[in-house]
């Protein structure tokens, strides 16, 4: 939601300010400029990125627009459901959640905590993990490094889309001088003509350098480093999931392995201990 109002402001601030300055927005609607450099835009960014990542950014962006973000509430379900699975395997022994591990997608201990079940590839990493500690073959810092080896290509994969997108930012003021130099040239070829069709065929080229820029510092930009920051709260999830496993791995029990995970949560979306635990007794 404050991404599409921000948007708005950068988009009625300039439009708005140009209004009040006396420009038009009509002098703005040249349409041969909004194609060279959407063009561009779009042939640069399959030139440079795998048809995947493509579909990364898509659907980064769609999740960033309709406001789907890691909150407080995402950590306290995946506190509650790391619980649940401890509580489990103290009671009964690993071998009792063989078949949620094997198929947590149809697992009635992970659908009851939605906004966790969603995300596929936290399921694994967390039947992935579990399913070493079954095998009683792997020891705990062990466990730990390999836990760490996955966070961090997990991390590493989910930069590439806002890297793609910050590449694509550095890249809009030169492809607006692009359409400014092109511009120009059509302006030479009216040099003998009146001032009023120079005067417009030069605002025409100037508005390629304008676009380029604003859509560089305007949206793209601020849109890949909100990605990263997503990236880094998605990242974080897995760090709170190996936190609580490997506290299992070593014996604790499974208020104090789910605190080894709570602490890992950064203070912005950290919950108090008691307000964890109302939460872990369905008091909250």
Known sequence: MFVVIGALIV?????GGFTIAGGSVLLLMH?????????????TLLISAPTKLLFKVITKTMAILSGKTVTKKVYLELLKLLHEL??????DGLMSLESHIESPEDSDIFNKYPLV??????????????????????????????????????HHEGTKPGMLLQKMGDSLPGIGIVACVLGIMITMQAISGPPEQIGEKVAAALVGTFLGIFMSY???????????????????LYSVIKSGITSVAKGFSPLVSAEFARRNISNDFRPSFLEMENFLKGKA
């Open 218 to 236: 305007g949206f793209i930009t601020p849109l890949s480093v909100k990605m990263e920051m997503i990236n880094d709260d998605e990242s974080r």
């Open 31 to 43: 349409v041969s400029e909004f194609i060279i450099i959407g063009s561009c835009m779009i042939g």
């Open 11 to 15: 988009l009625g601030g300039v439009l």
């Open 86 to 91: 401890f509580v489990v395997i103290r009671k």
């Open 117 to 154: 079940a969603k995300d596929h590839h936290l399921l694994l990493f967390i039947a992935d993990s579990l399913r070493l500690i079954s095998l009683n073959e792997v020891p705990s810092h062990d466990l730990e490094m390999l836990m760490d080896m996955d966070i961090e290509l997990h």
